[in-house]
Structure formats: C-alpha cells, structure tokens
C-alpha cells in the first residue's frame, strides 16, 4: 500500500512558502501607505512572522544534518554483502529540499527598491515647503521672451512635480513680460494636470517683473527647498535657504554646501 503523506521537512518547506509570501504582501502594502500611519503593531507583526521564517529555516536545516557515524565494527561475510546495499535514513532531507529552502529564504530577503515618492521624502529631507521656477525646470522655455508666444509643461518631469505635491507645499513662480505669458503659463499647466492631484492651486504660481522679485518671493515665503536655474538667485539665497537645487546643464565654478546642482529636477530625483 502506497503512502501519500508527505514528510516533515516538505510540509515544512511548504509553510515557509506559505509564510514568505504572506509577509511579502504585508511589506508591499507596508511601503505604499505613508510612514506617518504606521502603527507599531504592524511592524512589530511583520518582524516577528520574519524572525519566525528564519528560525524555522535553521531549525530546518539542524534536523536535515545527517546523524554522526558510529565507529565501524568487523562483520562477518553475510553482513559485509548486506551493508553493500544503499541506505537512505528516512528523517534526513535531500540536497533538493534544502535548496528549495535556500530559495524560498534568498527570495524572501531581496532588497526592495524605493519607490519615486520614498525618494523624494528622501532627497527632500522631510521639507515640508519648496519653491520652484518654471522656466528651464518645469517649462521648456527658458526665457521671458519665448513665454510671448507659447508655454510647454516638460513631461518628464510630471511624475516628480506631483510626488512633491503630495509631501510638500509647493508654489511655482515666475518673471514674465505681460498678462498674456500668466494665461499661456496657467493654461499649459491646467492641461498638463498639475492642478488636479489637489496638491498645487492656481493661486501658488505667482509672476514678477523682475529676478529681484522672485528672490523676493522666497525670501518671503522661507521655504526648505528651492530649485532655480539662475546661479546669481541661488548664491544670494544660500544664507536664508536651507536647501537649493541648481538646475543646469553645467555645473557653476563656486556653490554654497547646501546648494546641490542637477541637470534638471527629474534626474535630480532619480525618475530618469
């Protein structure tokens, strides 16, 4: 009669699968709730399913140590050609199932790579308000004068304006030359979407005459973070900033330790 249970060690195997999965889905949703509704039952839960995967998997392994050999003893003929036959102890795993165990725990402790918005958090250092120029940063342009005839949202950097959106307050500012470049401004970052996420308003994009007055807007609304393109703005801004972001191309010859320099806003983030 054929037995159909299974072993110890492959049911075992089975409920470290089990186990494995289970925290895995539990980590994932751990990472796409924000870190500030995190209780500490639900880390606490997940160290202790963890720690268990890995003491069961020792465990495992200590009962799958094939058992010490006793010192061999003469034997007659008849029990010479008996000792010849293959043996197989029943309690000892196979290298097959300790590998499928090495799997299952290899897979378990995978990094998991950061999401754009833990990057974000990350790089923002938890600043809960940033100011932003538009041109050459979130536009195409990268003069007043092109603004005259159009204005073009960069759609690479969308994805990182809005992640901003969601952990900081964020104004958009701006030197035009007449009412016209605000309408051509406002309407190209309607359509792009910006304003629908909830994190930014029409009323957090502001315009000036002149370079002064954006620096006058900063310098107003104190923020932690604020990027431009303009080296001038991020050298007198440097003693009342805590942080910038200096878009360029080229790197400038002298910057403040707490002005960082980027090709643009997205690579500075890391979504290119």
């Not at 950061?114 to 041109?135: D, F, N, Y």
């Not at 809005?162 to 401004?185: C, F, G, N, P, Q």
């Amino acid at each position: 009669m054929s037995e159909s249970s299974s072993s110890p060690t492959e049911e075992i195997v089975r409920l470290i699968k089990r186990l494995s999965a289970y925290i895995t889905f539990k980590i994932s949703s751990l990472f796409s709730t924000s870190i500030r509704n995190l209780d500490s039952r639900s880390v606490g839960a997940i160290a202790g399913l963890a720690i268990a995967v890995i003491f069961t998997w020792r465990a495992l392994r200590t009962t799958g140590e094939p058992p010490r050999r006793h010192p061999k003893r003469r034997m007659q003929p008849a029990e010479t050609s008996q000792s010849n036959l293959p043996s197989n102890p029943p309690d000892v795993s196979s290298p097959h199932e300790d590998n499928g165990v090495q799997d299952v725990v290899d897979h378990f402790f995978q990094p998991v790579k950061p999401t754009l918005g833990q990057i974000v958090r990350q790089k923002l250092s938890e600043g809960r308000k940033v100011t932003c120029r538009l041109l050459g940063v979130i536009l195409e342009e990268s003069s007043p004068e092109e603004l005259q005839k159009q204005a073009t949202v960069r759609s690479s950097v969308l994805e990182v304006l809005l992640e901003i959106t969601k952990y900081s307050d964020l104004y958009l500012m701006e030197r035009v030359l007449d009412d016209e470049s605000e309408a051509k401004v406002l309407e190209a970052l309607e359509s792009a979407g910006v304003f629908t996420s909830g994190g930014l308003v029409k009323d957090k994009v502001l315009f000036c005459s002149t370079e002064m007055g954006r620096t006058s807007f900063v310098r107003q609304i104190e923020p932690d973070w604020h990027i431009d393109t303009n080296p001038e703005i991020s050298t007198q801004l440097a003693r009342f900033i805590k942080y910038q972001l200096h878009v360029s191309e080229a790197k400038p010859e002298r910057t403040a330790p707490n002005v960082f320099c980027s090709q643009s806003m997205e690579q500075f983030f890391g979504s290119v």
